[in-house]
Antibody, heavy 118, light 107 residues
Framework: QVQLVQSGAEVKKPGASVKVSCKASGYKFTNYGITWVRQAPGQGLEWMGWISPYTDNTNFAQKFQGRVTMTTDTSTNTAYMELRSLTSDDTAMYYC???????????WGQGTLVTVSS | DIQMTQSPSSLSASVGDRVTITCRASLYISNYLTWFQQKPGKAPKSLIYAASSLQSGVPSRFSGSGSGTDFTLTISSLQPEDSATYYCQQYNSYPLTFGGGTKVEIK
């Protein structure tokens, strides 16, 4: 069965960086994109960006341009999202999800809570 | 960016009621729309893709319709386990965008 398993919760200080991993299983990793979405406490869903494990092409939301890096490792079927220059506004649950152009986003990881606090 | 406007933002209905949630896109998105269900403390779950296609394993009381800019999610007979927040998302073009969510409560 399709599974996306994310790394554990992180606590970071303002100005630091965080790198979240997302290990995929149960499907051919390079056949689907990986999208990253975050959700601040009590708020809605916010799309951050997308990466193709097949081509390494990426597309980011403008507000994260220059501050986010998305990569994949096809040898371990793992996607990574690194966010730099963290502020308290980045405190949120971060999700990875599988995406395909025709069917959209279907399977989601369990989420990784990132807390930014001094 | 394409703006997605959901309504209502919340609703309260009784078990067995028919519930309808609407989502309007600011630009034409064909049928590139997904509906998600999210329960507290859980990741979103995809219910409907391509505006009207039911994801595998999703109960048939959920249905989606619409194309272009106006879309609807319908729960034909509300069940207690349907208490959740529902989001629409367009995937016609980047950046992908979500509606603001509709919180469904059971009376």
């Amino acid at each position: 069965q399709v599974q996306l398993v994310q790394s554990g919760a992180e606590v970071k200080k303002p100005g630091a960086s965080v790198k979240v991993s997302c290990k995929a299983s149960g499907y051919k990793f390079t056949n689907y994109g990986i999208t990253w979405v975050r959700q601040a406490p009590g708020q809605g869903l916010e799309w951050m960006g997308w990466i193709s494990p097949y081509t390494d092409n990426t597309n980011f939301a403008q507000k994260f341009q220059g501050r986010v890096t998305m990569t994949t490792d096809t040898s371990t079927n793992t996607a990574y999202m690194e966010l730099r220059s963290l502020t308290s506004d980045d405190t949120a649950m971060y999700y990875c999800a599988r995406e395909m152009a025709v069917t959209g986003t279907d399977y989601w990881g369990q989420g990784t809570l990132v807390t930014v606090s001094s | 960016d394409i703006q997605m406007t959901q309504s209502p933002s919340s609703l309260s209905a009784s078990v067995g009621d028919r519930v309808t949630i609407t989502c309007r896109a600011s630009l034409y998105i064909s049928n590139y729309l997904t509906w998600f269900q999210q329960k507290p403390g859980k990741a979103p779950k995809s219910l409907i893709y391509a505006a009207s296609s039911l994801q595998s394993g999703v109960p048939s009381r959920f249905s989606g319709s619409g194309s272009g800019t106006d879309f609807t999610l319908t729960i034909s007979s509300l069940q207690p386990e349907d208490s959740a927040t529902y989001y629409c998302q367009q995937y016609n073009s980047y950046p992908l965008t979500f509606g603001g969510g509709t919180k469904v409560e059971i009376k």
